[in-house]
């Protein structure tokens, strides 16, 4: 069996992974766009902030350690077109422009996606970057550093936008974040813990901007960046713009080839089979069942495109394993803050229509001598009464109890059964209530009065 895998970071590297694993005897033709193979773009930040020194081990694999297990590894080649009826692909080298056609019996997608682009006046001056792959890691390190650049606005206050507007204040750049919601963070907590954070960035010097949108860029007579106009008439000095408003699917020339749904994401089935037999689809251009609701949405999660990489490797030849249904857990710092979620919370329940309660406390974690605050929020059905998401925040790691809730509302646990659940007791670890309990407790007497 010859499979074609077409893209090379988390979810192209667990496919591979997954075919070596259990068809060792097939014939893996591994494509990557790019010069590097299996690069984490999640891992920018590490970089940036010198936690990592080597930009060049951001990666799960190297070309020579994959060809040593038989793979045969193609960079700077990219697929521009696929024949289902034929099951070939053209590959185009990006460097010459020279193509070539392959055959292949099985062929796995994991196109990803690209990072949203700003469509205003402006957008193709020079020094707007993105924080996405290792080309623009590269540069947004240089940029770091480089003396003419001192005002950064980052546009969008998801995780990126975060990581981004961290790396290069503490790089001793003036930051300002631009969003148009409401609060920053909107996709993973509620306002009790973006509060917090909000005010933390603006301690260490970080402007914020929210509930309006970038209308303009403004360049010299250089094409460089020097100001940005939002949607509030507010003129902001500008050397540096970093767009992390969002993604879209790299599938545009995919439309007449497999079914995409109205925002041009691959439609798989349980498998991980896209609407052409033999051809499959994972990652950030596919959805995902969502647990808590059991309908499919994208969650563009290294972890989630991992889980259906494996899910896609296992179902090649027979439909044997669905992909497991998910929750978006997730985990970032701001500063000395360590948050996670998992699940609905108020704020996202609300955008999809569900129905949902929650109880917030503050806890104290032992042992006394580190007794930081611990802020967490858990979200249930008020009428089944099942856990259906969490939050929780501390300037201690406390963000492993997230995985505690998701299983819980993998298995469709409720307050009542969450409230006494075991968790381990140990002076100087926890406290004989974890904070789970005592929130489940706090369910409980809320959904009984």
């Not at 309908?295 to 992909?323: D, V």
Request: proline content about 4%; overall charge negative; aromatic content about 8%.
């Amino acid at each position: 069996m010859k499979v074609a895998v077409v893209g090379s970071s988390h979810g192209g590297f667990e496919i591979v992974r997954g075919v070596l694993h259990d068809f060792p005897n097939a014939e893996i033709d591994w494509y990557e766009k790019g010069d590097f193979v299996s690069f984490l773009s999640c891992g920018i930040e590490l970089y940036l902030q010198g936690v990592v020194k080597d930009v060049n081990s951001v990666s799960y694999a190297t070309i020579g350690g994959m060809e040593a297990k038989g793979v045969h590894v193609y960079i700077n080649s990219e697929v521009t077109s696929i024949d289902p009826e034929q099951h070939s692909i053209k590959v185009v080298d990006v460097n010459n422009g020279e193509e070539t056609e392959s055959k292949y019996d099985k062929l796995v997608l994991s196109l990803g996606a690209v990072p949203f682009e700003l469509p205003v006046p402006g957008k193709d001056l020079k020094n707007i970057y993105a924080m996405r792959g290792r080309d623009w890691e590269i540069l947004l390190k240089k940029a770091e550093v480089d003396p003419d650049i001192n005002n950064v606005s980052v546009i969008g206050s998801g995780y990126i936008g975060i990581e981004a507007a961290e790396s290069f204040a503490k790089a001793g750049k003036k930051v300002t974040i631009i969003d148009q919601n409401p609060t920053i963070l909107g996709t993973y907590l509620d306002s009790e813990f973006t509060d917090i954070l909000t005010k933390t960035l603006e301690d260490h010097g970080i402007s914020i901007k929210t509930s309006q949108s970038v209308k303009e860029i403004i360049g010299n007579d250089e094409d460089k960046v020097t100001s940005l106009v939002t949607t509030t008439g507010e003129t902001i000095p500008t050397d540096l713009v970093i767009e992390a408003a969002g993604i879209r699917p790299a599938t545009e020339r995919l439309k007449d080839t497999v079914k995409l749904d109205s925002q041009g994401l691959i439609m798989t089935d349980e498998y991980q089979e896209t609407s052409q037999p033999d051809i499959f689809a994972v990652g950030d251009a596919t959805k995902i069942e969502f647990a808590p609701t059991g309908t499919k949405k994208l969650i563009a999660l290294a972890p989630n495109a991992r889980r259906q990489g494996r899910s896609a490797a296992y179902n090649l030849n027979e439909k044997r394993r669905k992909t497991t249904a998910v929750s978006g857990s997730s985990a970032l710092h701001v500063y000395n803050y360590k948050f996670a979620s998992t699940g609905l919370k108020d704020v996202t329940a609300k955008k999809m229509g569900v129905d949902v309660e929650s109880v917030f406390l503050t806890d104290d974690k032992v042992p006394a001598s580190n007794n930081a605050k611990v802020y967490f929020e858990l979200t249930f059905d008020p009428r089944t009464r099942e856990v259906l998401g969490a939050q929780i925040m501390s300037k201690q790691d406390v963000t492993a109890n997230i995985n505690a809730i998701s299983l819980a509302i993998q298995k469709h646990m409720t307050v009542d059964e969450l409230a006494y659940a075991d968790f381990l007791f140990q002076p100087g670890f926890d406290r004989p209530w974890n904070v789970m309990n005592i929130a489940a407790q706090k369910a409980q007497d809320k959904l009984n009065k």
